[in-house]
């Protein structure tokens, strides 16, 4: 039986590698299935993984419907297994909605990667509808890392190194620009921030309360201040 399932983790965990290395074993399998992204660090219609590896992919925009994507190829015989679809935070709800009717009414697996919270630890409304509606949520095994050390479990969003908690839910960055590396090609981000400045960086619960990113936390020696009930020695 076909299944909805939502790959879900913080930036950095491996994710886009993982959608292409099931794209891969699949094919080796004999299967045929298409290949979905959205707004792609990289650029338009393609998967990529910050390792290196990426395939070319259907560009899902607020216009897309993935059923009728399906339901119309198939039409014309096309063969179609299975669905890999990256960077599903970023989907409508709606069209979350249009994967499960193919999982249901096409025998179609549907295999999703993303992020589950934003910046402000907000839902995303596409992650928010599968984990509503998925068969199964799975956790990447690789865990992102905090700049401490500890287990990653925040996304947060950077400009010139500072955490901002403020601005539009989408602006795409990496997390390579956490730590002050710029955003390929410039321009403005979707809450008038310069592009040029957005970074990511994903940090554990207790760095992202406090603010504390690894560039700030190297500008202050990694000298983090006092817990209320720490006692100075």
Known sequence: M??????????????????LQMDHNHRQRGRSGLLFSCNDRAGVSVISSRLGPRSAALEVDPQTD???????RRTRGERIDYLICDEVQFYAAAQIEQLARTVDEMNVDVFAFGIATDFQTRLFPGSQRLIELADRVQIPQLEALCWCGRRATQNARTVDGAMVVEGAQVAVGDVEMGLG?????????????????????????????????????????????????????
Not at 66 to 72: F, I, N, S, Y
Not at 203 to 232: K, N, W
């Open 66 to 72: 993935l059923w009728a994507e399906v339901v119309g």
């Open 181 to 233: 590396a710029d955003v390929p090609g410039g321009g403005v981000a979707d809450d008038g921030t310069s592009a040029a400045a957005v970074g990511y960086e994903t940090l554990c619960r207790r760095h992202y309360m406090r603010r504390i990113t690894a560039h700030s936390a190297s500008l202050a020696g990694a000298q983090e201040p006092l817990l209320p009930f720490d006692v100075a020695g």
């Open 2 to 19: 076909a299944e909805l399932v939502f790959f879900s983790g913080t930036m950095d965990c491996g994710k886009s590698t993982l959608a």
